[in-house]
């Protein structure tokens, strides 16, 4: 039965591929007459390929389909890949003292209390949509749950919690920690914020989509500021903006890089669902305990 | 179609090859594809950001599926045509969509006069 509705779908697919064929091949011609195709002319035309579809035996379709589809490869000078998918998100990060050395360390957030304040630079007048989606890449508390096969790392309809917003995330963690675990996210105009976060339109040099700039205290014991800057963001979609702040707020927070690819904290992101995992949640629990991130190996 | 605008529509399934013919059929019919998703988290959010005509969405997905973008879609806009997209034939799930507010049921693998049809009744509105 499975197989039978993977056929039946698959056959569909093949035959919306031969009239899509056909209508392109059709407005080609139309395009040359200045005619424009009427609502009824293209019902028809399905309606014709879909009693044929009725008509022909399964096999017998799938041979049509191979040969039209040899003849099409044969001289189509148009590529039936219209995805849209979004291209890979490349991101750096980098850890400077006060005098702007660049250092090879990470630690925490250096906090007073659980309350981190974060500004927003709007550079190139963002959608409300957009800036809403920023904020929810911090503030959310929504939970996805993943299948672990999809992200490599368990046998299928094995599910794993992921966080949208990093509020939720750091509020999912009960457990004490030695130094203050950031729990709270407020936005504010001050030029003293913890955390910045500034949206351009210009490119980065290095072809990069996001890069934090985080400064550590005199002592190098923990980070004062970050600065996250998003590039091109008025050619990027609000999804995009979004998980890079997701990516880079995690570096502002303390994160490096993961070595995981299908992470979220990957230096070039690429997965299709980049949350927080449980294990940059471990990684996160901790450095804020002591340990540096070197020290520390995903469990979960 | 005597309209002044193609009918704008967003796509939802998790299946990339069938959003892929699907959208490229539709915009060849003269329908603006507006976005595309893979789940239905992803379908809520691309509703919000583009406010389309029409919404097509598939029933079963993965994580978070089409029950779940029918009804924060139909919380967001009672109005906005929805048309859910299933290969399940059972009563339950239909009798679930309809009371969730589904404006049309197109089981798979679809009729696709049916589908044209349907698209020239929702955007008339």
């Known amino acids: 039965m499975k197989t039978e509705y993977t056929q039946d779908l698959e056959l569909q697919r093949i035959l919306l591929r031969e009239i899509n064929k056909k209508l392109k091949s059709q407005k080609a011609l139309q395009n040359k007459d200045s005619a424009t195709p009427s609502f009824g002319e293209l019902q028809s035309m399905c309606e014709q390929i879909t009693k044929s579809q009725k008509r022909a035996s399964y096999k017998t379709i799938l041979a049509v389909a191979a040969i039209l589809s040899v003849g099409f490869l044969a001289t189509s000078f148009m590529s039936l890949d219209n995805s849209n998918e979004s291209s890979p998100l490349s991101t750096y990060y980098v850890v400077e003292n006060v005098r702007g050395d660049k250092l090879g360390i990470n630690t925490h957030l250096a906090l007073s209390d659980d309350s981190v304040s974060v500004r927003i630079l709007d550079r190139v007048g963002l959608d409300a949509p957009t800036i809403n989606a920023i904020k929810m890449a911090i503030l959310s508390e929504e939970t996805v749950e993943i299948d672990g096969s999809i992200t490599h790392k368990t046998r299928p309809d094995d599910y794993s919690t992921y966080y949208v917003g990093w509020k939720g995330a750091l509020g999912s963690i009960t457990e004490p920690t030695k130094n203050i675990l950031p729990k709270s996210f407020v936005f504010s105009d001050s030029s003293n914020a913890q955390i910045t976060i500034e949206i351009v339109g210009h490119t980065n040099p290095d072809g990069y989509d996001g890069i934090t700039r985080s400064i550590l205290s005199a002592d190098n014991n923990s980070i004062t500021k970050s600065h996250i800057t998003v590039y091109n963001a008025d050619k990027k979609s609000s999804n995009e903006i979004e998980t890079i702040i997701r990516h880079e707020f995690g570096h502002a927070l303390g994160l490096k890089h993961s070595t995981d690819p299908d992470d979220l904290m990957a230096p070039t992101i690429t997965s299709a669902y980049p949350f927080i995992s449980e294990c940059v949640l471990e990684g996160l629990f901790h450095l804020y305990d002591g340990m540096s991130q070197e020290e520390y190996e995903c469990k979960s | ?125």
Do not use: W
């Open chain 2, 1 to 125: 179609m005597n309209r002044p605008t193609f009918p704008q529509v967003i796509v939802v399934d998790d299946d990339e090859a069938t959003v892929e013919v699907f959208s490229e059929y539709l915009e060849l019919n003269n329908v603006k594809v507006l976005a595309t998703a893979h789940n239905g988290f992803d379908a809520v959010k691309i509703f919000q950001q583009n406010r389309p005509e029409i919404v097509f969405i598939d029933v079963m997905m993965p994580i978070y599926d089409g029950f779940y973008a029918l009804e924060k879609i139909r919380e967001i806009d009672p109005d906005v045509p929805i048309v859910m997209v299933t290969a399940d034939l059972s009563k339950a799930t239909e009798e679930r969509l309809v009371s969730l507010g589904a404006s049309k049921i197109i089981y798979k693998p679809f009729d696709i006069p049916e589908l044209l049809d349907c698209i020239e009744t929702y955007a008339k509105r």
